[in-house]
């Protein structure tokens, strides 16, 4: 018996095999998480990277701060790996069990599927600027008035419960498997990691034309009137472009990091539920149903 062959037979006898067999599809379906675990590491190193260039400007970089969005990143991705497999994987696997077409994987179908990820991913960033109960959940990600690397992994640990990845869904209809519809979208937040950036300035021009880039980002991420719900792309800047959302990082001026309605507080729980909070405080104000029902789905600065 070979040393292989006795690895195997632990296994076999130590009854776990019937488990991991039930295992194995959900961690499948889930491999953007696995991505995400894998390239925690390496964001985890260019941050210290851009933390020793940038530590002795308060403004751009605060150790603390930093800290709590490598946490609030990890209940992001802690949801997601628990609950993905009861919320969102069955509805894929339906989608996918009626799909209108079998595309096989290639070089051509997977080249499509990763522009098509990237225009879902442009409704469902622009839907969560402009339909608040999505906002609930990402308003978490530019509540900090930085723009560094830390600032990508500022992430709500409610995201799977609030259906912003319904957007997805019709690609698995179409008939893209699931499971590279997830790594698409995975490879897209890798990306979008090194656009959370200073230190960067402009590219060269048909870079900044066609791809999002860490000047288009740090315009999304301002708070100033001209640049408030502009540049959702997400690897590229092109859909931007061709919907009227795009606008121009300028050098008269400089982009103010954060929310309208700032919220200073070092609690993870805070960072991820004060806009829920908010969101059905201005729900149970007196008035009739119908009315209290638009908060849900009218822009974060709606009021009755």
């Known amino acids: 018996m070979t040393l292989i062959e006795m690895f195997q037979d632990v296994w076999r006898d130590s009854g776990l095999d019937a488990l991991w067999q039930a295992l194995s599809p959900w961690l499948a379906l889930d491999e953007r998480q696995m991505i995400f675990v894998v390239a925690t590491p390496v964001f985890i190193g260019v941050f210290l990277w851009e933390y020793l260039r940038i530590r002795h400007d308060p403004v751009r970089v605060d150790a ?14 802690t949801t997601e790996l628990l609950f993905a497999g009861v919320i969102s994987f069955p509805v894929f696997a339906l989608a996918y069990h009626h799909r209108l077409f ?13 522009v098509l990820t990237d225009f879902c991913f442009y409704w469902f960033h622009r839907g969560s600027h402009r339909v608040r109960w999505l906002w609930a959940a990402h308003v978490t990600h530019h509540s900090s008035e930085r723009m560094n690397f830390s600032t990508a992994m500022r992430q709500n640990a409610t995201n799977i419960f609030n259906g912003g990845w319904l957007v997805y869904v019709p690609l698995a209809l179409i008939g893209f498997n699931p499971v590279w519809i997830g790594v698409c979208y995975a490879l897209s937040l890798v990306y979008q990691f090194f656009i959370h950036t200073t230190l960067v300035g402009r590219l060269h021009p048909w870079i900044e034309w066609l791809f999002n880039t860490p000047s288009h980002h740090r315009v999304h991420h301002g708070r100033n009137p001209d640049y408030i719900d502009r540049n959702y792309g997400g690897v590229f800047i092109v859909f931007d472009r061709l919907f009227g959302t795009f606008t121009e990082e300028r050098d008269d001026q400089p982009v103010e990091y954060g929310i309208t309605r700032p919220v200073h507080s070092r609690s993870l729980i805070v960072d991820w539920c004060h806009e829920y909070r908010d969101m059905f405080r201005d729900m149970a104000r007196r008035g009739p149903p119908g009315q209290r029902l638009k908060h ?9």
Request: aromatic share 16%; charged share 20%; proline share 8%.
């Open 102 to 114: 079998d595309i096989p994987l290639n070089w051509a179908t997977a080249a499509l599927l990763w």
């Open 64 to 77: 603390r701060e930093s800290l709590r969005n490598f946490l609030l990143g990890a209940g992001y991705q």
């Open 296 to 304: 849900l789905w009218k822009p974060p600065e709606w009021r009755r």
